[in-house]
């Protein structure tokens, strides 16, 4: 079992920045793939961004790219997502996601792929 618990969220003028963690319980963190989605209200829940178990490896939608930076301290059970740029259309609640099979090349972005979920942090960017 993996419990993932994240921090950060909070609210932000537009063009601001926000940095997001996300703390994993086990010891095997370091074999899985990381992902960050995001939901807002009415909405599905969209990916944000993937790590690869090693951090030599990274995935992000058209609508994060360039702004938004995902990483990963296997030392610390800890990937972060950072945000720059933040614009109103980013406000939702974040969401970590651990992909549990081990040691993945693929990045999935699809939110089935991930068994392990975060409780999730509110991000809130006013115009």
């Known amino acids: 079992q993996v419990q993932l618990v994240e921090s950060g969220g909070g609210l932000v003028q537009a063009g601001g920045s926000l940095r997001l963690s996300c703390t994993a319980s086990g010891r095997t963190f370091s074999s899985y793939v990381m992902g960050w989605f995001r939901q807002a209200p009415g909405k599905e829940r969209e990916f944000v961004a993937a790590?690869?178990?090693?951090?030599?490896?990274?995935a992000y939608p058209d609508s994060v790219k360039g702004r938004f930076t995902i990483s990963r301290d296997n030392a610390k059970n800890t990937v972060y997502l950072q945000m720059n740029s933040l614009k109103p259309e980013d406000t939702a609640v974040y969401y970590c996601?651990?992909?549990?099979?081990?040691?993945?090349?693929?990045?999935?972005?699809?939110?089935?792929?991930?068994?392990?979920w975060g409780q999730g942090t509110q991000v809130t960017v006013s115009p």
């Open positions: 790590i690869r178990w090693s951090g030599t490896g990274t």
């Open positions: 996601a651990a992909d549990p099979r081990p040691y993945r090349v693929a990045l999935t972005t699809t939110p089935g792929a991930y068994d392990y």
